[in-house]
């Protein structure tokens, strides 16, 4: 199976401040014939189901707000919120869907500092 | 705009069997091209992928569940379903099911509300 470990576990960020998280792949999940990074990134608040952010690793989902974005290539990949806002308080969880089983990090928690 | 939405019991006994339905509405569950997931969540914890399944064809579960999953489609009623079998108190948690946006290789969207399963005798 595909590890996925993001960092950190926990994260607290004033508001109107960048938030990074970062997630890392035991093994690469850019598949080389169509030259896509096969990551997502989705934010869960409690009480719902996971929300998709950001697909192919920097493709952001329609309708999410563009201070989200997502950077990274083969192993390391990135989260940023730029400026952060009251409603961003969740958990985010970076997956790859290269293989089966897809796999998912451990969760990082970002709170207001 | 599809919604999917989970049904089962909240609580099921240790070594039985635990079954959930995906009903799927605001569109076809035939629609071609799409593969349909589960995936889970222990509380407190993180996310679990347990498996896929086609409408038709070759259907993916986790190896960590040991052939305990069996999932089907049913394109007459719109559903989706999910059986555990010998189920534990490991097993507890908030059971999701989702769309791929494609294939298997896709990511998941959108996701059910999710139904919280409890297993205890």
């Known amino acids: 199976d595909i590890v996925m470990t993001q960092s950190p576990d926990s994260l607290a960020v004033a508001l109107g401040e960048r938030a990074t998280i970062n997630c890392k792949s035991s093994?690469?999940?850019?598949?080389?014939?169509?030259?896509?990074?096969?990551l997502a990134w989705y934010q869960q608040k409690p009480g719902q189901p996971p929300k998709l952010l950001i697909y192919?690793?920097?493709t952001r989902e329609s309708g999410v707000p563009d201070r989200f974005s997502g950077s990274g290539s083969g192993t390391d990949f990135t989260l940023t919120v730029s400026s952060l806002q009251a409603e961003d308080v969740a958990v985010y969880y970076c997956?790859?869907?290269?293989?089966?089983?897809?796999?998912f990090g451990q969760g990082t928690k970002l709170e207001i500092k | 705009q599809l919604q999917l939405q989970e049904s089962g019991p909240g609580l099921v006994k240790p070594s039985e069997t635990l079954s959930l339905t995906c009903i799927v509405s605001?569109?076809?569950?035939?629609?071609?091209?799409?593969?349909w997931g589960w995936i889970r969540q222990p509380p407190g914890k993180g996310l679990e992928y347990i498996g896929t399944?086609?409408?038709?064809?070759?259907?993916y579960h986790n190896p960590s569940l040991k052939s305990r999953v069996t999932m089907s489609v049913d394109t007459s009623k719109n559903q989706f379903s999910l059986n555990l079998t010998s189920v534990t108190a490991a097993d507890t948690a908030v059971y999701y099911c989702?769309?791929?946006?494609?294939?298997?290789?896709?990511?998941?969207?959108?996701w059910g509300q999710g139904t919280l399963v409890t297993v205890s005798s």
């Open positions: 989702a769309r791929h946006n494609g294939d298997y290789t896709r990511w998941f969207d959108p």
């Open positions: 605001g569109g076809s569950i035939s629609s071609s091209g799409y593969y």
């Open positions: 399944v086609p409408n038709t064809g070759t259907t």
């Open positions: 093994q690469s999940v850019l598949y080389s014939s169509n030259n896509k990074n096969y």
């Open positions: 192919w690793a920097s």
């Open positions: 997956q790859q869907h290269y293989t089966t089983p897809h796999t």
